[in-house]
């Protein structure tokens, strides 16, 4: 089978045939005198050699006709061009003993241009299906909001689809009304959205920005869903970028979406002295925060990757993740119980971790509020304890401890046992560090995390509600997983000992326009989705803090991380008094609370 490279090539041979013959015939007003019609068809064997060579020279047989585009036409002017002048130095050299009219010179190139751009051009028309008017009228009529370059390429492709059919676009740049994009025409602003889309007879709209802020695509879902539509959006910049996906995976817009942040800037090279060529120790690996750092830190090659988990089902889905994903990468999978000092033990004197990140911990709040209180200190407190411990013992050069907001003033026994933890590791730090820097690392909620609000309103929606909000006045901190995930790791490479990292988490959201946005977003209203409000759950306040009032905080060079440094370091005294208190037989709920205010004074345990 003859290749499509040779075929494209024969084009232009037939092409230039036809400049060739159509110059003659303009130049003669199509009635070529006997001498000039010999000369001709005996010139053009000699056109063809050099004119061909020009053509491959100039790589016109790299791109595809699909995707013609400006620096294809470029290509072929130069061709042509060059061309233009090589054809009547080669025809001299020849001496044919006759001459070309040189008004056929001039036109020859100029038509070929118009033949080799043309079918190129026309090749793409057809295939983007601008050539068959037809076509526009096939597919549910859709407005697209924005009018960039994220637009003008998703016009292109939904051009070939018989699903949306594209009616207008609308962009606040004032510059941009009245005219068009891809012959496409843009209708107004956004903020006439409800107008358009009426006129139009038009049920969805598509968000074509992925570069905007959060708050840009967070008025126009908003302003599109008033108005009754279905809103879609294209893909964000990292997803396009790294090719996982094309402009044209159109899909429903999420509230990850409106609460996007801007993109973390990682110290790759400091990154990959921490993490590459490292065994590096991943405890609650596959919980949502433990597995994000594990995809993470997979970028940076280490080593050997060891997943520590005591969860079976959770440590069999992420070894099969990463079976997949990272074909090229070691990993182990090691089923464990931070509490566990022997297991723990074998495994860090078999494995050798050079770096510990430790995610491994109870964190749902109500459930741990009562029934388990005193497992939830065991495991974050105890656990921590032991894990740290043995990074000690086995020469780990960085402990990173994953902690909470709810650490700060808690009022709850997870927050209370989260503060305690980082209170072990500082202790630690500072009576026996032997080379391991112990670094802390504070973040509010994390959204789609497991036990987090969005998945539990998402369900709740899908029942047809109510969606349920524990007051309306209550507020939380709010980060996506990979950015907590990449910050965590920037962190643990900037900690020197001893610090506790604050995360910059943007503006506090209420849980109750959280709520609504998600109404919205799934094509309902306040009337078809009640919210109702059931009352704070045990151990719950309306509000998180990152700072605790005696700690001071101070800036760092990346600019969404601070050092919060706490007053008053424990001893060896303190870690032992709280080893024997750890290691006592269960304790009532009552007994728990007392002896955490006792180890973390700021604690006040409420009650709703």
Not at 220 to 238: F, K
Request: charged share 20%; hydrophobic share 45%.
């Amino acid at each position: 089978m003859i290749s499509r490279s040779v075929l494209v090539f024969l084009h232009d041979l037939a092409a230039a045939t036809v400049a060739w013959l159509i110059a003659y015939w303009l130049r003669f007003n199509f009635d070529i005198p006997p001498e000039f019609m010999a000369a001709m068809w005996s010139d053009l064997p000699a056109v063809l050699v050099v004119q061909g060579a020009c053509f491959y020279a100039f790589g016109l047989y790299r791109g595809l006709w699909r995707f013609a585009s400006v620096s294809d036409l470029k290509r072929i002017l130069m061709a042509c061009g060059v061309a233009a002048l090589a054809t009547p130095a080669a025809l001299l050299m020849l001496q044919k003993g006759h001459f070309v009219p040189r008004s056929v010179l001039v036109l020859e190139p100029l038509l070929l241009v118009v033949i080799m751009g043309g079918v190129r051009f026309g090749y793409r028309a057809w295939k983007d299906g601008h050539l068959f008017p037809g076509r526009a009228g096939i597919g549910e009529p859709v407005l697209v909001i924005g009018a960039g370059d994220a637009a003008a390429t998703l016009l292109r492709e939904l051009a070939r689809s018989q699903d949306w059919r594209v009616v207008g676009l609308l962009d606040d740049d004032a510059a941009m009304q009245g005219r068009q994009l891809n012959g496409v025409p843009i209708l107004g602003t956004v903020k006439g959205i409800a107008d358009q889309a009426r006129k139009a007879e038009v049920r969805h709209a598509i968000i074509a920005m992925p570069a905007a802020s959060s708050a840009q695509r967070r008025r126009a879902a908003e302003l599109a869903a008033a108005a009754g539509l279905t809103v879609l959006t294209v893909p964000g910049l990292d997803d396009l970028l790294s090719g996982r996906v094309s402009i044209s995976s159109i899909r429903k817009v999420e509230l990850e979406d409106l609460l996007g942040r801007e993109q973390v800037q990682l110290d790759d090279a400091g990154l990959h002295g921490l993490l590459t060529g490292k065994v590096v120790l991943v405890t609650g690996a596959g919980g949502s925060i433990g597995a994000e750092l594990c995809r993470q830190i997979a970028r940076f090659e280490p080593a050997t990757l060891v997943f520590y988990e005591l969860s079976e089902f959770a440590l069999y889905t992420i070894e099969q993740e990463f079976s997949a994903r990272f074909p090229a990468l070691s990993i182990r999978c090691v089923v464990g119980d931070v509490k566990d000092e022997t297991r723990l033990d074998h495994v860090f004197a078999q494995v050798r971790p050079q770096v510990v990140f430790h995610a491994a911990a109870y964190k749902h709040v109500p459930l741990m509020e009562q029934e388990n209180a005193w497992e939830a200190v065991r495991n974050n407190v105890l656990g921590t304890g032991r894990v740290a411990r043995a990074a000690l013992a086995h020469g780990v050069a960085k402990f990173v401890l994953v902690s909470t907001d709810k650490a700060v003033n808690p009022v709850n026994v997870m927050g209370a046992s989260k503060r305690l933890a980082e209170q072990v590791c500082q202790a630690l730090q500072s009576t026996g560090g032997h080379g391991t820097r112990f670094v802390m690392v504070r973040f509010g909620n994390v959204l789609g995390s497991s036990g987090s609000v969005i998945p539990k309103f998402r369900e709740q929606i899908a029942h047809g509600g109510p969606v349920t909000v524990t007051h309306p006045d209550i507020i939380r901190y709010f980060m996506l997983i990979p950015e907590a995930a990449q910050l965590v790791l920037q962190a643990g490479l900037m900690g020197q000992g001893g610090e506790i990292f604050v995360l910059d988490m943007g503006e506090p959201i209420k849980i109750a326009d959280l709520a609504r946005d998600m109404i919205r977003l799934s094509g309902f209203s306040e009337d078809d989705i009640k919210i109702a409000f059931t009352g704070l759950r045990p151990g719950e306040k309306l509000y998180e803090e990152l700072l605790a009032d005696s700690e001071s905080t101070r800036p760092t060079p990346h600019a969404k991380l601070r050092v919060a440094k706490g007053d008053g370091v424990q001893d060896d005294a303190w870690l032992k008094d709280l080893g024997e208190w750890l290691n006592k037989p269960q304790r009532n709920v009552p007994e728990v609370k007392s002896g955490l205010q006792q180890w973390v004074p700021e604690y006040r345990p409420v009650e709703h």
